[in-house]
């Protein structure tokens, strides 16, 4: 059974920063594209970021290009976000993903997500 | 980017009785390998979201038949054929198609009337 568990959310100050881990089970991490999604507070879905199986690229939403970054760590099958420069408007849930042969067909698993803060 | 423009944005349903959900995109979907990447997802109260349909009408895995997706081109459609309770919650439609980026609708809440 595919298990994703997100940790590292909390509360932070504008300006500040965090960085969110999703630790993977039940499926060959090193194979698949892995993602993140975000929920505002009572708001619909905003995709956030991608990174390919081996971690040769990595794709960003526009609203978190330069402050976020992507990475993974296949050895320990552990996907991260590192966000810096945080803003209010990043308050949301981080929901970790797993993508299927190809990110085009969107995510079969998802984590249980990660609450992120950003108030003073 | 793509815009998707989900309708209703709510939905009461009486229990037992069908449902449909609009889905439209600014651009056409259909990619270069001849698929066409509309994907929905189920978000019931307080669960992450679930993949219900990919590419536009393949049901996954213990996913009812009651549900099923069609449409081509721009416009797009997901049916509960007969609403049960266990269906109330947000669903949302997802273009792979012209990614980056991925861009969703925004939603549409069924609840029952």
């Known amino acids: 059974e595919v298990q994703l568990l997100e940790s590292g959310g909390g509360l932070v100050q504008p300006g500040g920063s965090l960085r969110l881990s999703c630790a993977a089970s039940?499926?060959?991490?090193?194979?698949?594209?892995m993602s993140w999604v975000r929920q505002a507070p009572g708001k619909g879905l905003e995709w956030v970021s991608t990174i390919t199986f081996n971690s040769d690229r990595t794709y960003y939403a526009d609203s978190v290009k330069g402050r976020f970054t992507i990475s993974r760590d296949n050895s320990e099958s552990t996907l991260f976000l590192e966000m810096n420069s945080l803003r209010a408007e990043d308050t949301a849930v981080y929901y970790c993903?797993?993508?299927?042969?190809?990110?085009?067909?969107?995510?079969?698993?998802w984590g249980q997500g990660t609450l992120v803060t950003v108030s003073s | 980017d793509v815009v998707i423009t989900q309708s209703p944005l709510s939905l009461p349903v009486t229990l037992g009785q069908p449902a449909s959900i609009s889905c439209r995109s600014s651009?056409?979907?259909?990619?270069?390998?001849?698929?066409?990447?509309l994907n929905w997802f189920q978000q019931r109260p307080g669960q992450s979201p679930r993949r219900l349909i990919y590419k536009v009408s393949n049901r996954d895995s213990g996913v009812p038949d009651r549900f099923s997706g069609s449409g081509s081109g721009t416009d797009f459609t997901l049916k509960i054929s007969r609403v049960e309770a266990e269906d109330v919650g947000v669903y949302y439609c997802?273009?792979?198609?012209?990614?980056?980026?991925?861009?969703f609708g925004q939603g549409t809440r069924l609840e029952i009337k």
């Open positions: 651009q056409g979907l259909v990619y270069s390998d001849g698929n066409t990447y």
């Open positions: 993903a797993k993508g299927v042969t190809t990110i085009r067909l969107g995510f079969d698993s």
């Open positions: 039940g499926f060959t991490f090193s194979t698949y594209a």
């Open positions: 997802m273009q792979g198609t012209h990614w980056p980026p991925i861009t």
